[in-house]
């Protein structure tokens, strides 16, 4: 998206100056113009390399049999990846001034996510958190230093909130000293109780006095994440295709999983932004709601494309688990991505029992494939391209009846 080369009214606290260092003052809600920068660009680019790694480490566990461990810890370095990220653009979208300072303490969260992506190996095969839990704390840090800059450039309520902020950041990293220091059985519980002290942090934080989010530049954001998270999808299941093809000499068996892949992955992009969700976005609360819930959009997501490795993997003969498994990799994190799609977005937008039954379904559909033997992928895929077609005709039926409506209602 570009910025309109007119000019327009500027919010108070847009940056205006190119003084090196700025006071870091709360943006405009309604600001002109805003979009993504390309400091955001890039970090979301760099934490796509950490979204790679689980997603490489996943497909590693699924092979091998260790479905439930590997979902498991897929499921915490996730959380991580996806929280620190969340945090950082909601931050953004408010306080964004894009001074020295601003841009310096931003690398250094790009750089704890690189530490994170370094570490998710271990994490995965012995369940070693320290690089994890250190990358994490270098985010977090950052992220606390930020919102401290904000509280004295702020005063009153929206001082109190961006203390309440870093406080509450500092306490939660930390709780997340036990991934490290406590036994094994007790780690999925530390994970369990300090993602939910998280999640509750903005909560507690915003109570009076809430940021000044852009929605527009929010929805902008978390689109741009999808793009990235599913062009990651289809990049590894490509180089998987490939590599299987030349070293095995399966064509032929791979050429249905490479359709039905890339059919989920198109059809996962058309979902997603068929409705302009921005419009949605008008109080905390329902933004709190639509943002958490990504997390199971942006994890759904990125284990299509590595449940697509496991078809691959199990069709050569390299993964030691059965067709259901393998497919099973690839039609329930599909399923699942059309849910939550649904729920945050589609079900918003949707008139009449048939629109709002066009996603459930389908995911519905996709599931039921799994049982389909080596045709499970093509089949959902196929699935898939159909849910598109069938809910753009319902919309574009109606499109032509209020028409039709519109044209023979009587003059006023």
């Known amino acids: 998206m570009t910025s309109s080369s007119a000019s327009a009214p500027v919010s108070p606290g847009a940056p205006q100056s190119h003084r090196p260092l700025r006071r870091l003052t709360a943006r405009g809600r309604h600001e002109a113009h805003r979009v993504a920068s390309p400091l955001e660009l890039f970090f979301d680019l760099c934490f796509v390399v950490a979204v790679a790694q689980a997603g490489s480490q996943l497909v590693h566990a699924v092979a091998e049999g260790h479905a439930g461990n590997g979902i498991l810890n897929y499921a915490m370095v996730f959380f991580a990846i996806w929280w620190a990220w969340m945090n950082f653009t909601w931050f953004a979208s408010a306080y964004d001034n894009d001074d020295v300072l601003y841009r310096v303490v931003t690398l250094v969260q790009i750089a704890g ?10 994490a ?4 070693d958190y320290v690089l994890v839990l250190l990358g994490y704390v270098i985010m977090r840090l950052a992220m606390v230093a930020q919102w401290l800059r904000a509280a004295r450039s702020a005063e009153g309520a929206e001082r109190t909130m961006a203390l309440r902020y870093a406080g509450g950041v500092l306490l939660c990293q930390v709780g997340w000293l036990g991934l490290v220091v406590l036994p094994e059985p007790a780690r999925v519980w530390v994970f369990l109780v300090m993602a939910i002290a998280e999640l509750c942090v903005p909560v507690y934080a915003e109570q009076h006095h809430p940021t000044t989010w852009h929605p ?11 793009i990235i998270v599913l062009g ?4 590894a299941a490509t180089v998987a295709v490939k590599s299987a093809a030349s070293e095995n000499d399966a064509l032929g068996e791979l050429l249905p999983i490479a359709a039905g892949g890339l059919l989920i992955v198109f059809a996962a992009w058309w979902i997603y932004f068929v409705v302009p969700i921005h419009g949605h976005l008008r109080s905390s609360k329902q933004a709190f709601l639509w943002g958490y819930g990504h997390y199971l959009i942006f994890a759904s997501a990125a284990a299509i494309g590595a449940g697509l490795e496991v078809a691959v993997e199990q069709t050569v003969g390299k993964a030691h688990i059965s067709t259901l498994s393998a497919a099973a990799a690839v039609t329930l994190p599909t399923a699942l991505y059309l849910l939550t799609v649904w729920a945050l977005h589609s079900r918003h937008f949707k008139i009449g029992i048939a629109q709002q039954l066009v996603l459930p379904c389908a995911a519905l559909l996709v599931i039921c494939c799994t049982f389909l033997g080596r045709w499970s992928v093509l089949a959902a895929g196929l699935v898939s391209a159909l849910t598109v077609v069938t809910g753009t005709t319902l919309t574009a039926r109606l499109a032509a009846r209020g028409r039709r409506a519109k044209a023979t209602a009587p003059a006023a």
């Open 216 to 226: 527009h530049h929010i929805a902008e954001r978390y689109g741009l994440f999808t």
């Open 124 to 127: 995965f095969a012995s369940h």
């Open 113 to 122: 996510v690189l530490v994170l992506a370094a570490g998710v190996s271990s």
């Open 232 to 235: 990651e999808t289809i990049a």
